[in-house]
């Protein structure tokens, strides 16, 4: 199957917008989902919708094994090694929060440094942010290279015998840029620090083995890749998760529960308190199906394509800056001279092509690159340079609008 | 290209988003504001200098879309000289604008303001034009609590 093909599946992208064929360049806000995903929550919730671990009655089991089949379906594809190690979460964001509040707060005190780096989302910063503050740590950034990249002699340099976490996004959601995460982990490593890894731009895109990279913590999020919103997935080492303590207290966590004291279950339910996300799991798991049929491999080459093409095409246009390295995952971050990307992403808007503007949730990233905002177009396996073209066509339009107004 | 477009990017609101006017900061004991739209990084410092009750001046700094800086420049001009409770009307009667209600055109010169009507169309731009006139709502609020 071809791109073309591919977009097929995605009913959504079917549509006018504007009275223009809608060209959506934003899955790195959030992906389209193909119709296999939308068939099977429909499905879930038109048969066998039902609560998990607790029914003794038939819909309960079938809800339960969807539930702990797409626990299977994750641990595979990530490459972890048992199904305890992976916990549903809300998302990227509560899965690096979880690891902040319960492994950050119960191990850091003052003289500790958490190492994070200026082109982190906010989701992995401000976590540590307050850990810093609670404990009385210390937080680090590793700084970047001029075209946006980490160079390993700044890791060396800045991990310290005192670092306790090191924290990293795999895909930098504005830069593009690909980190070289297993160097990190085992710098990290070697300096007795706990590595974890942002994976929400990367998990969707490229191949992820858990065990190659050697993390101890890894987040990402079912919605940028062609799953539900509201689920994602904290894989966490077993000798860890164990250690630690739970930061969500209630139902479906608990072993015994007395009138002063409690018990846990055993992993990964220790860390799901109240009823979980079930159909978002069950989501999860026919989005893994859909992307492991298609092939990551086939997805990150047409990836690097686009955004090879994207960029080449982008250059033909004058007053274009293009921010990130020159080797890229799929996405394209810009501004053009005179418009502010605002203007721009309106202007694209109105011609039917979605594409994001504003600061991105990097607002620390913004100051690093001198600007207020920019805009950025992102791709996905759904694309086709059909719509770069269409994009450079829309960007032309917006320059000669402006360039025509003042 | 769209009518709607051309509604948004009237002529009057280039012209202030290009030659703003009220640009720059108030010193010597004005009321300085803040404000910042989080979700796209637009970013307004407002001074006002208010007296007896009076906007006797007001200026802008800033950094954001044609839409926001436009709307700053004008609100600027709109509320000067303006008392503040009729400042605040304004602010009401702009807010109505923007959400596309009937709005009151007759109890004060609405003047170039008028031209970012077409702003409610486009419901994701709202918050560009309205930064301006919180921060000034915000400002004339910490006033009248001191």
């Known amino acids: ?406 | 290209m769209s009518s709607n477009l051309d509604q948004l990017y009237r002529q009057v609101i280039m012209d202030h988003y290009k030659n703003p006017r009220n640009k720059g900061i108030l010193e010597d004991g004005a009321l300085t504001i803040n404000m910042n739209n989080p979700t796209c990084g637009d970013r307004i410092q407002l001074t006002l200098k208010v007296e007896d009750g009076k906007i006797e001046s007001a200026k802008f700094d800033g950094e954001g879309c044609s839409i926001s800086l436009a709307s700053a420049s004008m609100m600027t001009q709109a509320v000067k000289g303006l008392a503040v409770e009729d400042a605040v009307k304004l602010a009401k009667i702009f807010y109505d604008m923007m959400l596309g209600n009937d709005y009151d055109d007759e109890s004060y010169d609405l003047g170039d303001i008028e031209a970012l009507q077409g702003v409610s169309k486009f419901p994701a731009r709202i918050k560009c034009a309205t930064l301006a006139w919180k921060a000034m709502e915000q400002g004339v609020g910490k006033q009248e609590e001191e």
Request: net charge negative.
């Open chain 1, 1 to 406: 199957m071809s791109a073309k093909e591919w977009r097929k599946l995605f009913p959504i992208l079917d549509q006018e917008v504007n009275g223009k064929p809608l060209v959506y360049l934003d899955s790195a806000a959030t992906s389209q989902k193909p119709i296999q995903v939308i068939e099977t929550l429909e499905k879930y919730y038109k048969e066998y919708n039902s609560n998990v671990h607790r029914g003794v009655h038939t819909l309960g089991t079938r809800a339960t094994d969807g539930y702990e089949g797409a626990r299977e379906k994750v641990r595979r594809f990530i490459g972890a090694k048992s199904t305890q190690e992976i916990i549903f979460t809300r998302g990227t964001t509560t899965a690096i929060n979880t690891v902040a509040r319960s492994y950050g707060m119960a191990n850091l005190a003052e003289g500790d440094e958490i190492v994070i780096t200026p082109m982190e989302h906010h989701s992995n910063i401000i976590p540590w942010q307050q850990v810093a503050k609670t404990t009385g740590a210390t937080l680090k950034y590793i700084p970047l290279q001029p075209d946006g990249t980490i160079d390993l002699s700044d890791v060396e340099k800045t991990v310290t015998e005192h670092t306790k976490i090191v924290s990293v996004m795999q895909v930098s959601n504005v830069l593009g840029t690909i980190n070289p995460i297993k160097e990190i982990a085992a710098i990290a490593h070697k300096n007795g620090a706990v590595m974890m890894v942002d994976g929400a731009q990367s998990a969707p895109h490229l191949k992820v083995d858990v065990q190659d990279l050697d993390c101890d913590f890894f987040a990402f999020s079912a919605h940028k890749m062609c799953g539900p919103t509201g689920i994602g997935v904290l894989y966490g080492k077993k000798a860890l998760l164990n250690k630690m303590e739970p930061v969500e207290f209630g139902g479906e966590m608990i072993d015994f529960v007395g009138l002063q004291e409690s018990t846990w279950k055993e992993l990964p339910w220790k860390f799901e308190g109240g009823t979980p996300i079930i159909a978002g799991a069950i989501g999860l798991g026919a989005a893994i199906d859909f992307l492991e049929d298609i092939g990551l491999d086939n997805i990150l080459k047409l990836e690097h394509e686009l955004a090879g093409y994207a960029m080449e095409r982008l250059n033909e246009l004058d007053g274009v800056t293009i921010f990130g390295p020159k080797e890229r995952a799929g996405l394209v971050t810009f501004n053009l001279d005179d418009v502010h990307p605002h203007d721009v992403a309106t202007v694209l808007d109105s011609e039917g092509i979605a594409v994001r503007a504003g600061h991105h949730c990097a607002q620390p990233l913004m100051k690093w690159l001198d600007v207020s905002a920019t805009a950025r177009a992102s791709f996905y396996l759904y694309n086709t340079k059909d719509d770069i073209d269409t994009f450079v066509k829309g960007l032309r339009t917006a320059k000669e609008y402006f360039g025509h107004v003042f």
